[in-house]
Nanobody
Framework: QVQLVESGGGLVQPGGSLRLSCAAS????????MGWYRQAPGKQRELVAR???????NYADSAKGRFTISRDNAKNTVYLQMNSLKSEDTAVYYC???????????????WGQGTQVTVSS
């Protein structure tokens, strides 16, 4: 069983910063891609940033220049550094692991429980 646990959300003022963390647990051999998605009230879930095990990154246009995704493969952990936060960044942020190789086989599309990020003065 693979589980993702997010942390680091909270309330921050516009222009502030937050760092989200997501740790994967279980009998994991490797994880190909890990990413962060977000869902604001009344909107669909959208990709924020994604990083492969080799370090290739892609970002939503709204995140470019402000957010940085990184990962520690040894710890099966992915991070999202968010700077210059805006009110429109307010959402529940979800961690995703795309393809996870475990001792019992391959598990696809694992999601965390989500962490709330609120940007407000």
């Amino acid at each position: 069983q693979v589980q993702l646990v997010e942390s680091g959300g909270g309330l921050v003022q516009p222009g502030g910063s937050l760092r989200l963390s997501c740790a994967a647990s279980g009998s994991i051999f490797s994880i190909y891609a890990m990413g962060w998605y977000r869902q604001a009230p009344g909107k669909q879930r959208e990709l924020v940033a994604r990083i492969t095990s080799g370090g290739s990154r892609n970002y939503a246009d709204s995140a470019k220049g402000r957010f940085t995704i990184s990962r520690d493969n040894a710890k099966n952990t992915v991070y999202l550094q968010m700077n210059s936060l805006k009110s429109e960044d307010t959402a529940v942020y979800y961690c995703n692991a795309g393809t996870v190789v475990t001792d019992l086989g391959v598990v696809n599309d694992v999601w965390g429980q989500g962490t709330q990020v609120t940007v407000s003065s």
